[in-house]
């Protein structure tokens, strides 16, 4: 390639690096200062001296340091905080990571102002067809044809598994006090709000503020796996439950026009909710079998008291006089079965009912409701189909008398519900390692030839059990998924199912089961259709087929991918092998959903969904999009009401979208002509990962520079952060520490390296910036390493990098940065990163001071840690890792990222 056609540093902007500066708004700078000002009055008011002076002494170092590209400033902060007592810097990391929290809160104010703006200001014409299912689907409709365009939303499918992996940093007593003052911060953009009013809300503020600060950051212990069943339980109460009819309501009422309300409801109910929480024992030794059978009955309790709730409420609102809105022949005779069910609730609906037969069926059915969960086995409902039949009879009884309103209003929201969550809220799945399905069997035939199994092979069997238990009392849909972590073989399907058999006694006796192959290294997805194969053969898995119309899921696995052979080639490895899944499910006859195992952080699949869904291989994704959905990505996504309406419009416009013709034109068109670049591209960024990963001494030396050591002893997930790793090996450690380690070391590395050397390979910066414009895999690529390259401080991360003595390694990461940056910013045409990003770019603006000074604080601990010439006190030890800990913590919540 010509030397015309590389990037120079004129192309670049190299010569002003860092995030681009974008404007604040004018209201979220006010809520950013008021919030600031209300943690600087309660340190204040804290009593101890000298605490505000330097935290604002600190603050105004950071801020400088940043505007003059580090320098003096820096060094200055960097002595300060080495000048503070051991207490001192406890403090003031703990206001810097309680200011975190409250910036975060002033952002996500801020957008949902944003959207509530713009609610009905932008035409459906001029929507782009990833804003709104409505857009989509009329984009749709415009290639398919209308009747083709609802038929496939008919067949609409997102799934969100919310999982328990050790990536939300937050206590849950932390969380509550930040809802509570999230609440009160939306309260003042209230235009009814009087003088007395926003002082009272003050006060009230104060108030939390004042508890946030003195609230510990750290838990005492890890989290149980109950504990973590409860706090994605506090997601559901607060929004799941009802925003998923919101978003049917919305787009319900769009697609019939001026007959909204009036007509039965086009849209489905698309989403089902899934998790991991109590079911997945991979690794994780606290996940046992009673654990799951309670993880399944806290979920269906907290889903049966809702629906009651709602049935009693939708019930005393139906008060149609029979001689209006007479009821039907087939609503009479759900009464009269009612009365036989139970006199009791019957008569008492009846004496609050006189004259209106659906308001009293309606109530028997919320008494009915209670009874399923009391487990009163005489009026409880066999299942959720019960109910829902039950909530039709009714339904077409006001459509039958004309009150079209009564029937397509509340209770069709309440049937939404009810076809979402069921009996269960969510589809349970377990996992578990292939590895110890084998072990379990052969200690089953020679308990002699397995001396220390890696779980207990009755705890194993027990599993099976549970499972089902769970399918007996809370219907089969509750807990059917079983996902095997790193399958190598369709041996491995087949041991899940000789399990099941031997720990039920019988075939007929063992629960139903949709076994799922996880495919999670590079040689297991390049393997992945050839596994299938042998998979396909099974009796076990024909019959399963045979049941589910030949539905079927693939996992895949981000997380190790990307471990093992670089971000880059494990993007293109993914692509590929999503490709041939595809390609064998249409040659199979198999009607596939692909199971994306991503992760919060863009190392690990993370960044915006609905673009990588619109980047996916033609029909791999056929209007079904499963996803894990982990740690604070689950808060940051569903914990907000209004945000979570919009990210969920958003995912099921991309999943809509990836069936039109022209997106799999598109991406198959793309992925053909630059095959070669792929190639490249994967060859190149490979070797350059391994000859960092692969250098003799890396592990150690990765232990070194970062954190990854410490984070062990973070008490933030139920699950052990590695697999018995040793300091020498990186076998063993789980992708989340991998990938956190990195960004508390401001390097990020997960997320970009190799790139930069792969893309100077190539090195013809044109033929770059056409792939860019055309091949939609390329572009999220580039655009997410963008987002991760905002996220790194090069001034910061040099001061990791000098904890370790290995010059070479430290050069080769900081050159690749360089290398990576130039590329990025001349592919895009970008003079600063995230230039054209001005939401993430104005957060990341915001934020990186305080992070910073949060970094050097993290360091001095590090340091000290590190030191083998001096020799500490047990005291001294703990003072370091209670500091460092508050760091970890604070860093977290200050890039919005953990694992």
Sequence with gaps: ????????????????????????????????????????????????????????????????????????????????????????????????????????????????????AREGEVPLAEQRPSDSIAAALAHLAGEV??????????????????????????????????????????????????????????????????NLWRTAQLRPANPSPLDEVRTSLAVFDSSLFNVFPAVYRRLDDWIQGEDRGLRAPKAPAFVRLGSWIGGDRDGNPNVTAPITRQAAAQSSERVLTA???????????????????????????????????????????????????????????????????RRDADLAYGGADELRADLAVIQDSLVAAGAGRAAYGPLQDFIWQVETFGFHLSEMEVRQHSKVHAQTLAWLDDPGSVTSPAVPPEEVLETFRSIASV????????????????????????????????????????????????????????????????MLRLPAVQRRLAQSDRRMEVMLGYSDSAKDVGPVSATLALYEAQQRIAEWARENAIVLTQFHGRGGALGRGGGPANRAILAQPPHSVELRFKVTEQGEVINARYGNPDIAVRHI?????????????????????????????????????????????????????????????????????????????????????????????????RINLTGWFGLGSALDAVGDLDVLRRAYAEWPLLATMIDNVEMSLAKTDPRIARRYLELGDRDDLAQMVMAELDLTTTWVLAITGHAHLLEGHRVLGRAVQLRNPYVDALSLLQLRALRVLRDSSRELSEQEVADQHRLLLLTLKGVAAGLQNTG
């Excluded at 605490?51 to 950071?62: G, K, S, T, Y």
């Design 145 to 210: 044809g209308q009747d083709e365009a609802e038929r496939r939303l008919a067949g609409l499918r997102f799934h969100p598994v919310l999982t328990a992996h050790p990536t939300e940093a937050r206590r849950n007593a932390i969380a509550n006090s930040i809802r509570r003052i999230s609440e009160l911060l939306d309260d003042r953009d209230d235009p009814r709000m009087g003088p007395g009013a926003l002082e009272e809300n003050r006060r009230r503020m104060l108030a939390e503020i004042d």
């Design 471 to 534: 399918q007996r009392r809370h219907g089969v849909d509750a807990c059917r998924r079983y996902i095997i972590s790193f399958t190598k073989s369709a041996q491995n399907i087949a041991d899940v199912y000789a399990l099941a058999e031997r720990a039920l006694g019988s075939a007929e006796a063992a629960p139903v089961l949709d076994v799922i192959p996880l495919f999670e290294t590079f040689d297991d997805l390049r393997a992945a259709p050839e596994i299938l194969d042998g």
């Design 307 to 373: 629906l009651e709730r709602v049935a009693r409420q939708v019930g005393l609102g139906l008060t149609l006089d029979d001689r209006f809105t007479p009821p039907s022949p087939e609503l009479s005779a759900l009464w009269l079965r009612q009365r036989q069910y139970s006199p009791e609730a019957a008569e008492q609906a009846a004496e609050h009912s006189p004259g209106e037969t659906h308001r009293r069926v309606l109530l028997v059915i919320a008494a009915r409701i209670a009874a399923t969960r």
């Design 1 to 116: 390639m010509s030397e015309a056609a590389r990037p120079t540093a004129a192309t670049t902007g190299q010569n002003s690096r860092g995030a681009a500066r974008h404007e604040i708004p004018d209201a979220m700078r006010h809520d950013v200062r008021y919030l600031g000002g209300l943690l600087g009055e309660v340190l204040t008011e804290y009593g101890r001296p000298g605490l505000f002076e330097d935290v604002e002494q600190l603050r105004e170092l950071a801020i400088a340091a940043v505007e003059d590209g580090g320098g003096d400033h820096l060094a200055r902060a960097a002595a300060l905080v080495e000048s503070f007592s051991s207490e001192r810097a406890e403090e003031v990391a703990r206001a810097f990571t309680c200011y975190f929290h409250l910036t975060n809160l002033a952002e996500e104010q801020h957008r949902v102002r944003t959207l509530r």
């Design 649 to 745: 419009e958003q995912v099921a416009a991309a999943t809509l979208m990836a069936s039109a013709p022209s997106v799999q034109s598109r991406n198959a068109g793309a992925a053909e002509r630059y095959a070669e670049l792929a190639a490249r591209l994967d060859a190149v960024s490979r070797e350059r990962f391994f000859e960092l990963i692969h250098a003799e001494g890396f592990a150690p030396w990765f232990a070194e520079v970062t954190p990854q050591e410490e984070i062990g002893l973070l008490a933030i997930g139920s699950r052990p952060s590695r697999r018995g790793l040793s300091v020498e090996s990186l076998d063993d450690l789980r992708a989340i520490p991998w990938n956190f380690a990195w960004t508390q070391a």
